[in-house]
């Protein structure tokens, strides 16, 4: 218990630098996407194009190292530890409820999905979930969350909370990702309604998922978790994610989004607006 605290005090009294980070994320990018581009020729030999798939996925690893960096620079190494153990920092959901939203809202809005498309006219032929690689994939895409969250959730949204409002934060962070994730879709030759469908839902991710952070005392771990089920299901989704459909993603998304922001407060994110208000002791 006493490391935990300590760890948690140790995060909360750094001096963080979010603008600077979400900078670095792009810098530390660069290079990465500039070798990946000139790799994805299609006319390159297949082994060529593996490597570059491989290569790509490395991308995942700047929001690490960009928070790694500048903790360095305010705390020295010293800082390093106690931002790597917020991956499994679990122990800060109290409120076990919590975890209904991290572990079935990323399925409810693929099913949400599912039910959209077949709705539009495009039903689905024999749809199948392998449900067996559940485990595999969860496990993969978890250390590929953790890169991630420990930048995202782990060092900037804090101060941008503390500065512009809890709702602000994870749309600044919204918008920072999904521009960050722009020249990987586009590499992938992803159409342009596909493009801009999986932008915007890349933001309303995040706002959901500032507003689950802030809920749960912060967690990084419960991030992590939604961050990676998230991954999960999109990768499974009906046919390993070949009739994904980012339209009607972001339809089931809105929906869960505009509940968040018409029923918590845009401050914190964490006071319901409908809650009823303690009694009034009437005057003698």
């Given at each position: 218990?006493?490391?935990?605290?300590?760890t948690?005090?140790?995060?909360?009294a750094?001096?963080?630098?979010?603008?600077?980070?979400?900078?670095?994320v792009?810098?530390?990018?660069?290079?990465?996407?500039?070798?990946?581009g000139?790799?994805?020729?299609?006319?390159?030999?297949p082994?060529i194009?593996?490597l570059?798939?491989?290569l790509?996925?490395l991308?995942?690893t700047?929001?690490?190292?960009?928070?790694?960096?500048?903790?360095?620079?305010?705390?020295g190494w010293?800082?390093?530890s106690?931002?790597i153990?917020?991956?499994?920092?679990?122990k800060?959901i109290?409120?076990?409820?919590?975890?209904?939203?991290?572990?079935f809202?990323?399925?409810l809005?693929?099913?949400?999905s599912?039910?959209?498309i077949?709705a539009f006219?495009?039903p689905?032929?024999?749809?199948?979930?392998s449900?067996?690689?559940?485990?595999l994939?969860f496990s993969i895409?978890?250390?590929?969350?953790a890169?991630?969250?420990?930048?995202?959730?782990?060092?900037a949204?804090?101060?941008?909370?503390?500065?512009?409002g809890a709702l602000?934060?994870?749309l600044i962070?919204?918008i920072?990702?999904s521009?960050?994730?722009l020249a990987?879709?586009l590499?992938t030759?992803?159409?342009?309604m596909?493009v801009?469908?999986s932008?915007?839902?890349s933001v309303?991710?995040?706002?959901?998922?500032?507003?689950?952070f802030?809920?749960?005392?912060?967690?990084?771990?419960?991030m992590?978790?939604?961050?990676?089920?998230?991954n999960v299901?999109y990768?499974?989704?009906?046919n390993y994610?070949?009739?994904?459909?980012?339209m009607?993603?972001?339809?089931?998304?809105?929906v869960f989004?505009?509940?968040?922001?018409?029923?918590?407060?845009a401050k914190?994110?964490?006071?319901?607006?409908?809650a009823?208000?303690?009694?009034?002791?009437?005057?003698p």
């Open positions: 218990m006493r490391w935990g605290v300590t948690q005090m140790a995060v909360k750094l001096k963080r630098h979010p603008f600077i980070f979400l900078i670095l792009f810098a530390y990018s660069v290079p990465i996407e500039i070798v990946a000139r790799l994805g020729n299609p006319n390159m030999m082994a194009t593996m570059t798939l491989r790509s996925t991308i995942v700047c929001p690490l190292l960009s928070a790694m960096t500048l903790t360095c620079w305010e705390t010293s800082g390093v106690p931002l153990a917020q991956i499994f920092d679990y800060k109290d409120r076990k409820l919590w975890y209904l939203p991290i572990l809202l990323p399925l809005a693929q099913i949400g599912f039910i959209l077949d006219g495009t689905i032929v024999d749809p199948q979930v449900v067996i690689r559940i485990p994939f895409l978890f250390v590929f969350a890169a991630e969250e420990v930048g995202w959730s782990g060092y949204i804090v101060p941008l909370q503390q500065r512009f602000n934060a994870g962070i919204g920072a990702s521009a960050w994730h990987p879709r590499m030759g992803q159409p342009a596909t801009l469908y932008t915007i839902n309303e991710l995040k706002i959901i998922m500032a507003w689950i802030f809920n749960t005392r912060r967690s990084v771990f419960g992590i978790v939604f961050h990676a089920l998230d299901w990768s499974l989704f009906p994610g070949s009739h994904y459909n980012s009607t993603t972001v339809i089931v998304m809105s989004l505009a509940i968040v922001v018409a029923c918590w407060d914190t994110l964490t006071k319901f607006r409908f009823p208000r303690p009694a009034t002791p009437a005057s």
